[in-house]
Every structure is written in structure tokens, then in C-alpha cells.
């Protein structure tokens, strides 16, 4: 059995936001269906729409491991594309040689997406740990 880390506490900020009803009434419904508060939804969305924002061609989507960031269009996960990249030795042009189907923006988003969020990588995937997370003992 997976042991998953215990969230690290993040410093917060009291926000207030008026919500059109509808988009209340979201909101709501996804916290009770992952069985969070709704301010930890909004937090979780936020964050996440902010980061697509930021890393164009990034979306999220639930997996057997939680809630992970996937290169839109691909089916894969950034970590397995980012880790694709190393194994091409950082060489965008080499992975679009291998991987035909994919587009050099994709390449770029999961490299810098992977590198801005390193921390964030499951622990062991593909039999790595990455930098600076102790590896976790089943």
C-alpha cells in the first residue's frame, strides 16, 4: 500500500468574493463530492486555473493517484512527458523524432510546467524520486 504524503500546512489569506449563484451552487456540489470544504475547492481551482494560465497547454484531471497535471491533447501526464525529455537529453527535436504525435509546445510546457513544480512529482514515478523528497517506504 502507497503511503501518501501529509499535506505540507500553506500560509493563508482571509479572501472574500462575490460568486454569481450558479457557480456557487459548482462549487459546492464538487466540494461534497471530494468531500472537501468549499473554500479548499475554490483554493484547489484557483490554483489550478491559474497555473493553466501560466503553462498554456496544461490541464488537470483526476487519477488513481490523486490530482495530477497532463499536457492537454496527449493522454499523458507532465511527469512521463518531462521525464521523455531527460531521457531525449533535454533535446525537444529528438522527442518529436520519437514521439511524431506530439508538438514542440508540448514538450516546452511539460519541461517548464516539471521544473516549476518539481516538488510536486509523485513520489517513485517511473522508479525516480525527485530532488530534494525523501522516498517513501511501503
Given amino acids: 500500500m502507497i503511503?501518501?504524503?501529509?499535506?505540507r500546512p500553506r500560509k493563508t489569506v482571509h479572501f472574500n468574493?462575490?460568486?454569481?449563484a450558479d457557480v456557487s451552487k459548482q462549487l459546492r456540489r464538487f466540494a461534497e463530492r471530494?468531500?472537501?470544504?468549499?473554500?479548499?475547492?475554490?483554493?484547489?481551482l484557483l490554483d489550478e486555473a491559474l497555473r493553466m494560465e501560466r503553462f498554456p497547454g496544461v490541464?488537470?484531471?483526476w487519477t488513481a493517484i490523486g490530482r495530477q497535471p497532463f499536457i492537454t491533447?496527449?493522454?499523458?501526464m507532465v511527469w512521463e512527458l518531462y521525464h521523455v525529455w531527460l531521457d531525449h537529453k533535454r533535446d525537444v527535436k529528438g522527442v518529436l523524432k520519437d514521439y511524431p504525435h506530439l508538438k514542440a509546445a508540448q514538450v516546452s510546457a511539460a519541461a517548464a510546467y516539471a521544473k516549476e513544480f518539481a516538488k510536486e512529482e509523485p513520489p517513485n514515478f517511473w522508479g525516480r524520486q525527485p530532488p530534494g523528497v525523501p522516498a517513501i517506504r511501503v
Fill in 17 to 20: 468574493a462575490r460568486l454569481p
Fill in 34 to 44: 471530494r468531500r472537501i470544504s468549499t473554500s479548499a475547492a475554490a483554493s484547489q
Fill in 3 to 7: 503511503q501518501k504524503r501529509p499535506p
Fill in 73 to 76: 491533447g496527449t493522454g499523458m
Fill in 59 to 61: 490541464s488537470f484531471r
